[in-house]
């Protein structure tokens, strides 16, 4: 039972790790050249995937009501907390991108504009 606890100790310490790995490279400057995105791609499916999850770790957070209070085992519903917490973030995190996203896709859209409507006076 000890090393059970042990892993998973450990596996969540790698999961803060990581979510602390791209916090990090999300605030750092960026001074890579930007990669051109798809043009719609497949952002539905990852919408979908977020969405299934979302409800997923919602409903857990529910059902680990009642061993906490039946059983008192506060490990269950913290657990459940901590990865409903976890998927909500992720949650923002995609709302955020969506939106820098279609912002950045916008302003090039009227550059663009200006662009042509330079090179139409010009002539």
Not at 56 to 71: D, G, K, L, S
Not at 105 to 114: F, L, N, V
């Amino acid at each position: 039972m000890m090393a059970v606890e042990l892993l998973f100790l450990l596996l969540v310490l790698l999961v803060i790790s990581c979510d602390i790995a791209l916090i990090a490279d999300q605030l750092k400057p960026n001074t890579t050249v930007p990669i051109k995105p798809a043009k719609k791609g497949l952002d539905w499916v990852v919408w979908i995937v977020a969405l299934a999850v979302t409800c997923y770790y919602v409903w857990t957070i529910i059902i680990a009501v009642y061993p906490y209070r039946v059983y008192g085992r506060l490990d269950i519903l913290a657990n459940a907390i901590f990865f409903t917490f976890a998927t909500v973030a992720f949650d923002i995190a995609l709302v955020v991108h969506t939106v820098r996203g279609s912002v950045r896709r916008a302003s090039q859209r009227g550059k663009r504009r200006t662009a042509s409507e330079a090179h139409h006076y010009s002539l």
